[in-house]
């Protein structure tokens, strides 16, 4: 991909980019934008957009600032070829994880919609342990997952770690619907997923018969 917006700058305007682009890529936090001129300022954001898209990236806003992630292509792709995915106990645990700090919570409306994957509602050890997953695969899974900062201990239990920050708006929303259909596969929300998910496919068939 031919970088023309990042061409087309003086030098000292690369490196502000250059920077910007670091900073997200890198970054365990949202990157505030006043912090960066090119996260700041609308035209220079779009050639950061552009330097991370040559690489199948996406410039994500959340919550106060910026961070990258994969853009969907790239995440549906690198998923199907295998690259990323994780053991299947770390994935059961996580699923855990996310299923009590921030679906059940959210379908329950005690924590809404907009609020950051990272600031659900805290789950204590022994709540995972209550699952069909041994004890020894929660905690050994536990330690793996805090070094990939997917889950972070606090005083009071087990959050979501700061690269879940890092998934698309698509992202978000299909894995959510996920743990809504696996927490409460008859209720009213996993209706109204499932009705939807029939009408898009309903949709997509007849755009493609159409062709």
């Known amino acids: 991909m031919e970088l023309t917006l990042l061409q087309a700058l003086p030098e000292q305007r690369r490196a502000e980019v250059r920077a910007a682009v670091c900073a997200v890529e890198t970054a365990r936090l949202p990157v505030p934008a006043a912090h960066f001129r090119a996260l700041a300022e609308v035209p220079l954001?779009?050639?950061?957009?552009?330097?991370?898209?040559a690489s199948g990236r996406e410039l994500l806003a959340v919550g106060?600032?910026?961070?990258s992630g994969y853009d969907d292509a790239v995440r549906e792709r690198l998923a199907a070829e295998g690259i990323g995915i994780l053991p299947r106990e770390d994935r059961a645990v996580l699923a855990l994880v996310m299923l009590f700090s921030v679906a059940v919570p959210r379908a329950r409306g005690s924590v809404l919609p907009?609020?950051?994957?990272?600031?659900?509602?805290?789950?204590?050890?022994e709540r995972l342990k209550e699952s069909a997953v041994s004890d020894g695969v929660v905690d050994a899974a536990l330690?793996?997952?805090?070094?990939?900062?997917?889950?972070?201990?606090?005083?009071a239990g087990i959050v979501l770690g700061s690269q879940l920050l890092r998934l698309t708006p698509a992202a978000q929303t299909a894995l959510f619907e996920q743990l809504v259909l696996l927490a409460e596969p008859a209720g009213a929300l996993a209706g109204s997923i499932l009705r939807l998910r029939a009408r898009n496919t309903s949709q997509a068939d007849w755009s493609e018969e159409a062709w």
């Open 143 to 155: 330690r793996r997952l805090a070094a990939a900062d997917l889950v972070r201990f606090t005083a």
């Open 114 to 125: 907009q609020t950051l994957w990272t600031q659900g509602v805290p789950v204590s050890r």
């Open 64 to 67: 106060e600032g910026f961070l």
């Open 45 to 53: 954001r779009r050639v950061v957009e552009e330097v991370l898209a």
